[in-house]
């Protein structure tokens, strides 16, 4: 069974930086899309950023110059790297590989003023 666990959030002052780390359980080459998506309270969750297997990446205009996406396969990881965090940046985090819609559990990621 494939499993998605991320980790690496927590509280940070506003222009702060964070680094997000999702492990796939098994072989993250079986996901030829990985995304990080977010959650505020009473929000849809929104894609933040996706990759694909070829490393191209794409990025939610509110993150673009601020956030980067990678991928290391051979750690089955994929990571978001947070710079210039603001408080509006405050969600759960997800990660998400397709094909098959796989979700992690999500890590709280929470900027302060």
């Known amino acids: 069974q494939v499993q998605l666990v991320e980790s690496g959030g927590g509280l940070v002052q506003a222009g702060g930086s964070l680094r997000l780390s999702c492990v796939v359980s098994?072989?993250?080459?079986?996901?030829?899309?990985m995304g990080w998506y977010r959650q505020a309270p009473g929000k849809q969750r929104d894609l933040v950023a996706g990759?694909?297997?070829?490393?191209?990446?794409n990025y939610a205009d509110s993150v673009k110059g601020r956030f980067t996406i990678s991928r290391e396969n051979a750690k089955n990881t994929v990571y978001l790297q947070m710079n210039s965090l603001k408080p509006e940046d405050t969600a759960v985090y997800y990660c998400k590989g397709n094909p098959g819609g796989y979700w992690g559990q999500g890590t709280q990621v929470t900027v302060s003023s």
């Open positions: 098994g072989n993250i080459i079986r996901f030829s899309t």
């Open positions: 990759i694909t297997s070829g490393g191209s990446t």
